[in-house]
């Protein structure tokens, strides 16, 4: 099959949400969120921007569904639901993993709005996994709320550092580092050898670490 065949066969596909979400996730993965609009899928698609309406209402939709597709990544099938802290650690392991394979997603997962029940059922998961350790309906959230925070915060750390963009970057980052006076900066200095070979998987699961151990101290000292 010719290539020209090819694509007029996918645009003979019928139109589907499922196609509509798929082609907008592939924009933001390749150009960004800038990029994203009914009208740019709609020419992706072999399609008119009204059509693109009777599968998706509206942008808001658009961009729930594309954080649905980004969940459904998530392989969360080694998990225990029996051991709390380790299905914990697992599960917002695979949602990092996840961010960082689309990271122009993270202003969407950031901002505040309704998805759809498929995008709440890892939010249901973890509640329930930090209910069944001890936690209140309240702390749950909180716990749920801090680890979030950590997980999204530490991709978006990771994305942007200069000391993850190269050899060039990384160096220069560096360099202004070993120039401080080490009478001053001693802990600086005496951290420089990690900064330049540093395993960021390390440092997600030694901060998910830190904050269950916490969580678990937290309960033991109420118990």
């Not at 309406?53 to 942008?59: A, D, G, L, T």
């Not at 749950?140 to 709320?145: E, F, G, K, N, R």
Request: proline share 6%; with cysteine.
């Amino acid at each position: 099959m010719t290539i020209t065949q090819e694509k007029k066969d996918t645009q003979r596909e019928p139109l589907s949400r499922e196609r509509i979400l798929k082609t907008a996730l592939r924009i933001v993965d390749e150009e960004g969120l800038e990029h994203l609009s009914m009208r740019r899928i709609a020419g992706e698609l072999n399609a008119t921007p009204m059509a693109l309406y009777n599968h998706v209402p509206n942008k808001d939709a658009l961009l729930a569904g594309i954080v649905g597709l980004l969940l459904d990544e998530l392989d969360l099938s080694q998990l225990d639901p029996s051991l709390p802290p380790t299905a914990l650690k697992v599960g917002f392991g695979e949602f990092r993993k996840a961010m960082l394979r689309h990271p122009n997603l993270l202003p969407i997962m950031c901002r505040k709005g309704d998805f759809t029940p498929d995008s709440m059922r890892p939010v249901e998961l973890a509640l329930s996994l930090l209910r069944a350790m001890g936690f209140s309906d309240e702390e749950a959230l909180q716990a749920h709320w801090a680890m979030t925070g950590m997980t999204i915060g530490h991709v978006m750390w990771q994305i942007m550092t200069p000391l993850f963009d190269g050899d060039e970057a990384a160096e220069q980052a560096l360099a202004g580092k070993r120039m401080l006076p080490i009478s001053e900066f001693p802990c600086i200095h005496g951290a420089l050898p990690f900064m330049e070979d540093c395993d960021m998987d390390a440092v997600f699961e030694f901060g998910m670490d830190s904050l269950i151990e916490g969580f678990k101290t937290r309960l033991a000292a109420r118990a």
